[in-house]
Nanobody
Framework: QVQLVESGGGLAQAGGSLRLSCAAS????????MGWFRQTPGKEREFVAD????????YYADFVKGRFTISRDNAKNTVYLQMNSLKSEDTAVYYC???????????WGQGTQVTVSS
């Protein structure tokens, strides 16, 4: 059974930083593209960033480029999202996502709340 467990969310001030972690179990982690999405009430879930199974390729939404960094540690089955220069509009529930590199399987974490105060 695949489990993705996010941690590291919380309250930060505008301009501050947080680091999210997502620990994966029940899947061959190094075969999965890992990503982060976020969602606010009344809006659709939106893509934030993802990282290839090897960690060599990353992709970011325009609104986080230069501020957020995604990384992974395949030995620890964990993906991270370092969030710097936080803005109030970054307030959302952040979800970890895993997609098999073949596209055949997808899983979501339960989400972690990030609140940025201005």
């Amino acid at each position: 059974q695949v489990q993705l467990v996010e941690s590291g969310g919380g309250l930060a001030q505008a301009g501050g930083s947080l680091r999210l972690s997502c620990a994966a179990s029940g899947l061959p982690f190094s075969s999965y593209v890992m990503g982060w999405f976020r969602q606010t009430p009344g809006k659709e879930r939106e893509f934030v960033a993802d990282i290839s199974w090897s960690g060599l390729s990353t992709y970011y939404a325009d609104f986080v480029k230069g501020r957020f960094t995604i990384s992974r540690d395949n030995a620890k089955n964990t993906v991270y999202l370092q969030m710097n220069s936080l803005k109030s509009e970054d307030t959302a529930v952040y979800y970890c996502n895993a997609v098999h590199r073949s596209g055949s399987d997808q899983s979501w974490g339960q989400g972690t709340q990030v609140t940025v105060s201005s």
